[in-house]
Nanobody, 115 residues
């Protein structure tokens, strides 16, 4: 079945950076919009950023100018570069693959921003 495997989460101080990666397998990668979502304790899961096959991007207002999403269509990977991290960026980050007929999620990776 489809697999989305995230890596790169961890603990960082405010102002620091982290790079999240998602490797997709058993998927026709070019058919999917790839995205990163996050869920903070007690809150709903929210979109952080997404990118189409042709690399059109969309960002949540709260991360614009700080986060960058990219994808490698040959390697079936998507990366979220997170800079100038804030405590409110803390949460579980999920990789997502979405098409007209399917929607897949990774297991999630924890990001904690704290001093």
């Amino acid at each position: 079945q489809v697999q989305l495997v995230e890596s790169g989460g961890g603990f960082v101080q405010p102002g620091g950076s982290l790079r999240l990666s998602c490797a997709a397998s058993r998927i026709t990668f070019n058919m999917y919009v790839m995205g990163w979502f996050r869920q903070a304790p007690g809150k709903q899961r929210e979109l952080v950023a997404s990118i189409t096959y042709s690399r059109n991007t969309n960002y949540a207002d709260s991360v614009k100018g700080r986060f960058t999403i990219s994808r490698d269509n040959a390697q079936n990977t998507v990366v979220l570069q997170m800079n100038s991290l804030k405590p409110e960026d803390t949460g579980v980050y999920y990789c997502n693959a979405r098409s007209a007929t399917a929607n897949y999620w990774g297991q999630g990776t924890q990001v904690t921003v704290s001093s």
